[in-house]
């Protein structure tokens, strides 16, 4: 596959741990798909749009910029030009993809029934993508034996930007239920590493800008749980949905907005979906403990749970740029049912 990227500079960097974009860009590199019309540009379109979100200009937007220019010059030449976006705020900042004529955008944060975008003279197409999985429970998906907990919630419960307040429900109504683990935290898990080191160039170095003690309990809790809660944040999709993916913890996705990546008919096998309501997460662990001890649905679901994981996990990651390119089409993505 054709693919042009932001040449290493100094002035700035994809962002990480959130290495979405970054992993991506390297697995098209290897990729044996190829299309003369098609091209993959890779850039770090998380941290130029954080960038552009500070109040005060930021140095480091020269170089991106020019950057982005000599881009332009050289993606003429190709008809289709995808690139895949992590940041929530992808759609804040559209003509900036205008811009490079880009025609794709695999998004981690689509939303169901936005499928495309007008940008001038042209449209871009909107596809799923996941989010990379920073920290998982390596070897879940083959545990066996009991999990002790029925269910977890490790994370940030408000936020002023949260699409809706589910989390703070949850940590309300669920965090004294005695058949799970439910941990509020003070902050985002990267915020000082990501705003604080990398964007905000407020720390001079990243060590201890990520607290491995909190690293460790996330793990734990996805490792020991039977159901992970994967609520909306600040978009619709969560590293921690993947993570839990990955630590073969069935998922309940609490995100009535979120179009996930491939057939809907496999994430309604391996998931579940709890709408974003007081009533509905206060009925959701006699739900989830009944479904628990239905043996023959908890295997269908964990079975589910590696096709998705070897669908989109970290080793077939780009899965649907390669389709894209090689002019495949998708299988039927019909969602799950509306909640």
């Known amino acids: 596959m054709d693919i042009i990227t932001a040449p290493p500079s ?11 974009e970054r992993y991506a ?3 098209i590199r290897h990729s044996a798909v190829s ?7 890779g850039f770090p379109w998380a941290t130029l749009i954080d960038l552009l979100g500070k109040k005060q200009g930021d140095p480091r937007l020269k170089p991106m910029i020019a950057d982005l220019f000599n881009i332009r010059r050289e993606v003429k030449r190709w008809i289709q030009r995808a690139t895949v ?8 900042w559209l003509k900036t993809f205008g811009y490079l004529g880009i025609t794709d955008i695999f998004w981690s944060h689509k939303v169901k029934g936005v499928d495309s975008l007008v940008c001038g003279d042209h449209t871009i197409r909107l596809h799923p993508f996941p989010l990379f999985p920073v920290q998982y429970a390596r070897g879940g998906l083959d545990q066996q034996g009991q999990r002790p907990l029925l269910f977890s919630f490790v994370g ?3 936020h002023p930007k949260y699409l809706t307040d589910v989390r703070a429900i949850i940590l309300r109504i669920l965090s004294e ?3 799970g683990l439910v941990v509020g935290r003070d902050s985002w898990h990267y915020q000082k590493v990501v705003y604080e080191y990398q964007v905000g160039m407020r720390a001079k170095n990243p ?3 990520i607290d491995d003690a909190a690293s460790e309990q996330h793990i734990s809790a996805l490792r020991d749980s039977v159901f992970c809660l994967c609520p909306s944040g600040t978009g619709p999709n969560t590293i921690r949905l993947w993570e839990a993916i990955g630590s073969g913890c069935i998922p309940v996705i609490m995100s009535e907005t979120y179009d996930p990546p491939g057939v809907g008919a496999l994430w309604e096998a391996a998931a579940i979906f709890c709408p974003e309501t007081v009533d509905a997460v206060k009925g959701l662990p006699d739900r989830l403990e009944a479904m628990a001890q239905d043996s023959s649905l908890m295997a269908l679901k964990r079975q589910a749970l590696k096709q998705l994981w070897s669908t989109y996990g970290p080793d077939s990651f780009v899965r649907d740029v390669e389709l894209l390119c090689a002019g495949e089409s998708w299988p039927q993505r019909a969602l799950w049912p509306r909640v």
């Open 25 to 27: 860009t390297d697995q």
């Open 207 to 209: 060590d201890g800008l």
């Open 85 to 92: 976006c992590q940041h929530i705020n992808m759609m804040h």
């Open 177 to 179: 239920d005695s058949r």
């Open 10 to 20: 100094e002035a700035y960097d994809w962002q990480w741990p959130a290495i979405t």
């Open 35 to 41: 299309n003369s019309d098609f091209v993959y540009i």
């Open 156 to 158: 940030l419960g408000e």
